[in-house]
């Protein structure tokens, strides 16, 4: 069993920038790859970007350039800062981990961006 924890969100201006932080507890050493996904109002869950064990970085092409992954403190806890946000990019924010083939997830934060 993984546990997942986010934090970091909250209300930004648009062209601002935020760091959210997600903090995995259990079994942390089977985890393969951590990410974060994000859901907007009315709209399906779409992935943001994620990172493997061996630190490999993918991300949606709408955020490419302005997001940054990482994982630090023995790869159980995952960041993702956020520069030059726009107001689509409003959503609640979720930190993914996959671990022995199972899909964990946390609660979610908020990130609100106004125009």
């Known amino acids: 069993q993984v546990q997942l924890v986010e934090s970091g969100g909250g209300l930004v201006q648009a062209g601002g920038s935020l760091e959210l932080s997600c903090v995995a507890s259990?079994?942390?050493?089977?985890?393969?790859?951590m990410g974060w996904y994000r859901q907007a109002p009315g709209k399906q869950r779409e992935l943001v970007a994620t990172?493997?064990?061996?630190?490999?970085?993918n991300y949606a092409d709408s955020v490419k350039g302005r997001f940054t992954i990482s994982r630090r403190n023995l790869l159980n806890t995952v960041y993702l800062q956020m520069n030059s946000l726009q107001p689509e990019d409003t959503a609640v924010y979720s930190c993914?981990?996959?671990?022995?083939?199972?899909?964990?997830w946390g609660k979610g934060t908020l990130v609100t961006v106004s125009s």
């Open positions: 990172i493997t064990r061996g630190f490999i970085t």
């Open positions: 993914n981990a996959e671990a022995g083939g199972t899909n964990y």
């Open positions: 259990g079994s942390i050493f089977r985890i393969n790859v």
